[in-house]
């Protein structure tokens, strides 16, 4: 079945620095990807839906400045977070609609972002 | 914006006996699909139910879609430790994203 990689699945870093987790679709095209973050013992929240060859939509009280999408391809989404601050140290997970009918929704493993 | 209510938050059981959660939406679910996430892991998808009063079963597991595709719910008999994990539903309209409920924690002792 579809495939969806998230990389890397742990990282460190330095308040002040940015991270890049990307998201791959690794056995289909995927023109939409969706981001997700979720805090501890909380819920998925939608963050920005990831369009291919267009701007990211994002959802209300999401900082398009600070979590920055490129979907450059059709396989690959990235979110970067700029300038982390501990506050942002959470779960993003990606997924990606699989097939024609877009009823398939295929999740990476997630990335676990710890801000020190 | 749409909402997907799951209750309870929390359940904690002892082991052999049953456990249910619930999710319901103010407006019509298109397919509400049903996760499992493992603490420290990602949610693992179960099942997608499409149709009006679609029950579907899973060893233990009974998954059921209300009449008026606006709620359902999860059954899991005789649970077992090893169905200790967070259950989320989710509304899957197509071409959006994913709308999860807040999910219902599982804890069960043996």
């Known amino acids: 079945g579809a495939v969806v990689s998230q990389h890397p699945s742990w990282v460190i870093c330095k308040s002040g620095t940015s991270v890049k987790i990307e998201c791959r679709s690794l056995?289909?095209?995927?023109?939409?990807m969706f981001w997700y973050r979720q805090f501890p013992k909380q819920s998925l929240m939608l963050m920005a839906t990831?369009?291919?060859?267009?701007?990211?939509?994002?959802e209300q009280g999401v900082e398009k400045d600070k979590f920055l999408i490129n979907h450059a391809s059709l396989t690959l989404s990235t979110l970067t977070v700029t300038s982390a601050h501990p506050e942002d140290s959470s779960f993003y997970i990606c997924?990606?609609?699989?097939?024609?009918?877009?009823?398939?929704?295929?999740f990476g493993e997630g990335s676990w972002l710890t801000v020190v | 914006g749409q909402q997907v209510m799951q209750i309870p938050q929390y359940q904690h059981v002892q082991e052999g006996e049953d456990f249910t959660t619930y999710c319901n939406s103010s407006?019509?679910?298109?397919?509400i699909q049903w996760y499992k996430q493992r603490p420290g892991g990602h949610p693992v998808f179960l099942i997608q139910l499409v149709k009006s009063g679609e029950v579907k079963k899973q060893k233990r597991l009974t998954f059921q879609f209300g009449e008026a595709k606006k709620n359902s719910s999860l059954h899991i008999t005789a649970t077992q430790t090893t169905d200790v994990g967070t259950y989320f539903c989710?509304?899957?309209?197509?071409?959006?994203?994913?709308?999860f409920g807040k999910g219902t924690t599982l804890s069960v002792s043996s």
């Open positions: 990831s369009n291919e060859g267009s701007k990211a939509t994002y």
């Open positions: 997924s990606a609609r699989g097939d024609s009918s877009g009823n398939t929704i295929y």
């Open positions: 989710a509304d899957n309209q197509a071409g959006t994203a994913l709308i």
């Open positions: 407006t019509t679910l298109s397919n």
């Open positions: 056995d289909f095209q995927a023109t939409t």
